[in-house]
Structure formats: structure tokens, C-alpha cells
């Protein structure tokens, strides 16, 4: 059996990961989320993302992988599972999954944002979280970035074609913890049922996918995925 994932900020945010749109110390309260997650706000305030991005970047090392991203690893001692994620964290690698396709790339990756070079930054320990930090920068005089994608910007196409990929190829698809808003890995569920597959939807709240699912438990990663897979073939008949 094959088993494709796709994960957004609420199976993090089980683990303390604040959700995107979250403003969890209420210091960058004044500022659009599109400002320290656009092409457009990196060169308009490259110190303000920087800080932004650090912090995070801090949150999540903090944190540990939970029972659902811990399930899903398991998930492979039973079947060929596809970890596709919309989250920029690697805390589906710490729970133990090996296959992960970062669709909007990853913050524990950094490259020059002239040159593109590959680059490990020393990255400075934050006590509590500030507006500004100067980012790092590349030998060729090039400010260092995150390699997330930000509004503005085009999916890598590796992670994107191998999404496309796992789709195609799964039995059934699990969707967790995404509002199914953000396009186009959106449309990668929409995908799944236009093709007639099984998706079983888990997020404790409706979505715009809600009405199109097979099934939609409304309940947590944490709660929801230990032994799913298992159970899946009386799912699938």
C-alpha cells in the first residue's frame, strides 16, 4: 500500500509551533504576515524577515516532534509512505520520516539571496524574540536568506514534482493540519479526489475541503493518526 501525507501548520503547531498567522509574543502584531513572508518584504526590510525567521528558527529547534508526526513514521513499517508538508520546519525528520518533500522549502536551509550560493550561517541565540537582526552575508557581498519559498516566489520543482508523484502513485491520501488555502499546494488534494481516491481529511476545524472528502475527522494529528494506517484496508475494503 501506498500513502501519501500532506501536512500543513497545525500537526506543528501541536508541538508548539506557533501557526502561521499566529502572533504568539504580540511583538510583530503591527505587521501584515505578508510583510516577513514576501519577496517583496525581504527587499523592502531584510532585518525585520531576518528576525522574524530567527526566532522561529529558535521556536522550532525547541520543540519536539509529536505523536503525529511520530505515527506517520511508523506508518512506514507498513506501508511506502510520502511525507508531502507545506511547513518549513524538519520536524517530520526528527519524528523519523524519510521520505519529506518541503513544497515552500525549509528555514534550517540558507543560501545567498544574489548569488544562490548553498551557506551555514552562524546563527545567534535569541533570549526573546526582536524587530531586527542584520542577516549574514556571502562572500560575495549578498545577504543571506532562509531557503523557504515566500509569496512572490515559485515552488522548487523537485519537491513539487515529486509531490505531484506521490499523488498520482498513493492509495490513499491523509491531509493534516492545512486549511487547504494557500495555492498551488492546495491543489494537490483537489488532485487526489479528481483522480477518485480515498482522502481522509484530520483537523479539528472545516475547511474548503471538508464537503469533497472521504472522511473528515475532526480531531488532532496526536489523536487521530497512531494505528490509522493499520486500520486502512478495512478503509479502503
Known sequence: MQVAVFSGAGISAESGVPTFRDDEVGLWAQYDPYEVSSIDGWNRHPELVWAWYLWRWQLSRRVEPNLGH???????????????????DNLHERGGSSTVHHLHGSMFEFRCADCD?????VMPELTEPVLEVAPPVCDCGGLIRPGVVWFGEDLPDGPWNAAVEAIDAADVLIVVG????????????????????????????PTPLSDRVTVHLRTTASAALPGMVQRLPFLLG
Not at 117 to 121: F, M, R
Not at 179 to 203: C, F, H, M, W
Open 70 to 88: 511520530r505515527a506517520i513514521a511508523d506508518w512506514e513499517q507498513h506501508a511506502k509512505v510520502h511525507v508531502i508538508t507545506q511547513n518549513v
Open 178 to 205: 492545512t486549511s487547504g488555502v494557500v495555492y498551488p499546494a492546495a491543489s494537490l488534494p483537489e488532485r487526489a479526489l479528481d483522480q477518485g481516491k480515498t482522502v481522509i481529511q484530520v483537523n479539528p476545524e
Open 117 to 121: 550560493h548553498p551557506s551555514n550561517p
